[in-house]
C-alpha cells in the first residue's frame, strides 16, 4: 500500500477514535455514493453528522482543514442529500472537519459546522 494511503488510513482510524471519545455514534465509515465518498457519518446527540477526515504529515501546504475546499464541500452536500433521500432522514445534518496532525504531536481537532449547505 502507497505512503500516503498508509497515513490516510491510519488518520481516519485516529479520528473515528478521537470522535467515539467525544461520544459521537459512528454509523457508517467510507459511505459511497456513486463517485463520491465520506469519511464517517455519525449521531452527536439528535444531529446527523457527515464528518471529512484530513491527515497531514506536515504543515508545508497548509493546515488539514483547508484541503476541504468548495469543490469539495459541494461533493460532500451531494452525497448528504443521497444519504437523506435513502435513508429518509429529515432531521438536523451538521458537516464537521476533522484534521489528524501526523507529525508526531498526536494532535487531533475538530471543526462543527465547518460549513453549511446552501
Do not use: C
Amino acid at each position: 500500500m502507497a505512503e500516503h494511503l498508509k497515513r490516510g488510513r491510519e488518520g481516519e482510524e485516529k479520528a473515528q477514535l478521537f470522535l467515539v471519545g467525544l461520544d459521537y455514534e459512528i454509523i457508517a465509515v467510507n459511505w459511497r455514493f456513486k463517485h463520491w465518498e465520506v469519511d464517517v457519518i455519525a449521531w452527536d446527540a439528535d444531529t446527523l453528522v457527515f464528518v471529512e477526515v484530513k491527515t497531514r504529515s506536515n504543515m508545508d501546504y497548509g493546515e488539514p482543514a483547508s484541503f476541504v475546499d468548495r469543490k469539495k464541500q459541494r461533493n460532500l452536500i451531494k452525497l448528504a442529500n443521497a444519504y437523506l433521500g435513502k435513508t429518509n432522514y429529515s432531521g438536523e445534518i451538521r458537516f464537521d472537519i476533522v484534521s489528524v496532525y501526523m507529525d508526531g504531536s498526536g494532535k487531533v481537532d475538530l471543526i462543527k459546522d465547518a460549513f453549511w449547505s446552501s
